[in-house]
């Protein structure tokens, strides 16, 4: 079994911040536990947008507190999100994330990642063998 705490995760390695100043995520499951998924408490700033394309990687977001949107780039379609939203990137859709206040995301990632993984230049996380 594996029990692990928020708090105690975002004192360690499993806490990750974006370079860019956009989000922070503590990865509380990676790749090296062994259930086929990540699993991470995201936050994403106030006030930020920005483009993501996870195109090696299927995600599930579920809002846990915050208000913001989602803009689907193929679409131009706006999804609002809003506490008890789930949102599923089910064709490695290409999107913009936008927080209006800080939003609390829970994320799960296929496959999982191993960590430390921030978005490259065309917003996706590198696929790790």
Excluded at 52 to 76: A, P, Q
Excluded at 94 to 114: D, G, K, Q, S, Y
Aim: proline content about 3%.
């Amino acid at each position: 079994m594996i029990v692990r705490h928020l708090k105690e995760a975002q004192a360690t390695d499993r806490r990750v911040v974006d370079p860019k100043g956009n989000w922070e995520s503590t990865r509380l499951l990676l790749k090296d536990d062994g259930m086929g998924f990540s699993f991470h408490m995201t936050t994403i700033y106030a006030g930020k947008s920005f483009r993501m394309h996870y195109v090696n990687h299927l995600e599930s977001v579920y809002c846990v507190r915050g208000k913001g949107n989602i803009k689907t780039l193929d679409d131009n379609v706006v999804y609002e999100i809003a506490p008890g939203t789930v949102y599923a990137l089910d064709k490695h859709d290409e999107h913009i994330l936008t927080a209006e206040t800080e939003l609390e995301l829970a994320c799960v990632f296929n496959p999982p990642v191993t960590g430390r993984e921030v978005h490259n230049a065309d917003g996706a996380y590198e696929l790790e063998e």
